[in-house]
Structures are given as C-alpha cells and as structure tokens.
C-alpha cells in the first residue's frame, strides 16, 4: 500500500503534506508550477499552485486520474495554449473555502443589475424575454448520464488538440479554478471565487465538470443539460450573467443562443 502514497511534488501541493492520499497511476514526467509572487503581488506563496505535465496527454490519461480523485485529492485540468500563463506561473491561487461565501443566485442577480444599468434601453431585446428583471437560477437539469462518464468523454474530445494536464488539490472540479489560480474571466470579474460558486452550483443542478482551461477560456461537462426550449432559455440567462461574451459575440441574443444549449453535453466559455 506504501508504494500508493503521493509522489514528493504531489503531496506538496497539500497544506497537510497529502497525508492518508494515494495515487496508483503512473505519471507522466511534470513539475509542479509556483505562482510568480511578482504577478500576484501577494510575496511568495506557502505551496506549488498546482502539478503540471511536460507533454501533452490523452484522453485516457485524464480518465485515469480522475477516477481516482477521490483517493488522491487531485482534480485533472486539460491546459489548453500551455505556453501561457501556466508555465511561468502567472496564477493568482486562492483559498476554496471562501467559495461558501457566495451563491450562484447572488452572483446573478449583482451582475445582471450591473449591466442592465449600463446597457442603452434598445439593447435590452437581447435579454427577452427577461429584460431588466433577473430571473435567478434555473431549475436543475435530469441526469441523462453518470457525470463522471460524460467529463471523460470530453476530455477525450479535447485532448486531441495535445494539451499539458494540471492536477489541482481540489475537493471537486469548480474548486480546482480558485485553488490554481485560473485567471481567465479576468475582464469580466476581477476575483474566480464568486464564479467558482456558480459552477459549484451548475455541478449540483446540471452535473457540470470542469474539463479544460485555457488563457481566457473554460471547457465543462455536462451531464443533466436543458432539454427543451423554456429550460434552455433560462439557462442562457445564467450564461450571459457568467460569461456576457458568450451570447453578445455569439449569436446576440438569448434566444438565439439557448438554442445551441439544447441537450448539449459540453459548455464552452470565452472572455473577450
């Protein structure tokens, strides 16, 4: 059992040294990525951010490991344009636990006033047909298969772009973007962590996972997506809300953008 134990670098990534953590799976030659203490501002850091590969993996590999999230602690992130920021360490790391904080309900409320007040009156047709009024969160979707099953799926369909694998100490999948750091909605909200806790929701409500980032991007799984129209709609709510570019350099309005969530097991986000 002793030959299960965390490699070295690995358990670095634990405040408690990884204790009681096991990995039975090879791993591919890596290293673990400190933030740049010039980058956050913040001096240097306590531990690693998170645990990166040389090379780019496959579809398996990422399965592999995230079967085994449970046992190690290490959620699997597929990183896409791996030569930045990942490598020079270019992360802003954060404490998970203040995600209890925040709501996904909260989050969409605060950012959905905070636009309307912004947007030209004639502009409001691209949120029919909600307007002004914020909708909150949309009822949870019907799981159409094992959330697991279906992140594994997509990181098959992903990794073919020969990406690098981070693995994050984090308890579940939205987790892993504020304990690495990730900064890629960056322009739209300045902190990950009240985002974190919409994907936290989306985990609970639609058996979301995250899969893969990116310099400005994200890549979840989906498990209980919308399946008909009225769902769908609400659900675009919530996306304009999370990532506004979706919908206003994407089809342009919620309708039409709700049309492409239908049964879609995959949610892709970008920040302009």
């Known amino acids: 059992m002793s030959d299960h134990r965390l490699p070295r670098e690995l358990s670095r990534l634990f405040a408690d040294g990884g204790r009681g953590r096991k990995l039975p799976v090879t791993l591919p030659p890596g290293e673990v990525v400190w933030p740049d203490p010039g980058y956050t501002g913040q001096g240097p850091a306590a ?3 998170f645990w990166m590969s040389d090379d780019p993996v496959s579809g398996a590999d990422w399965t592999r490991l995230r079967e085994w999230h449970s046992h190690s602690g290490l959620w699997p992130v597929l990183l896409d344009e791996s030569a930045q920021p990942w490598a020079v360490g270019q992360v802003v790391p954060d404490d998970s636990r203040q995600i209890e904080h925040f709501t996904a309900e909260g989050f969409m409320t605060e950012v959905w006033q905070e636009w309307v007040v912004q947007m030209p009156k004639d ?22 298969a094992e959330p697991g099953a279906v992140a594994d799926w997509l990181a098959g369909e992903l990794a073919v772009r020969d990406m690098p694998l981070g693995l994050v100490a984090a308890n579940r999948s939205a987790d892993a973007l504020v304990v690495m750091g990730w900064q890629g ?15 936290r929701s989306w985990e609970d409500r639609f058996g979301a ?8 991007t994200l890549e979840l799984s989906v498990a209980a997506p919308p399946v ?8 675009a709510a919530e996306h304009w809300t999370f990532c506004p570019d979706n919908v206003v350099q994407g089809p342009g309005d919620l309708e039409a953008y709700a049309e492409q969530l239908v049964g879609r097991h995959a949610w892709s986000f970008w920040w302009d």
């Not at 502009?123 to 159409?144: K, Q, S």
């Not at 909605?185 to 994907?199: D, F, R, S, T, Y």
């Not at 996972?209 to 400005?216: D, H, K």
């Open 209 to 216: 996972r995250v899969v893969s980032v990116g310099f400005n």
């Open 228 to 235: 008909d129209p009225e769902h769908a709609l609400h659900v």
């Open 185 to 199: 909605a960056l322009h739209h909200n300045e902190w990950m962590v009240p985002m974190a806790a919409v994907v």
């Open 123 to 144: 502009a409001l047709e691209e949120l029919d047909p909600y307007g002004a009024i914020c909708p909150g969160p949309a009822a949870p979707g019907t799981l159409r």
């Open 47 to 49: 531990r690693p951010a």
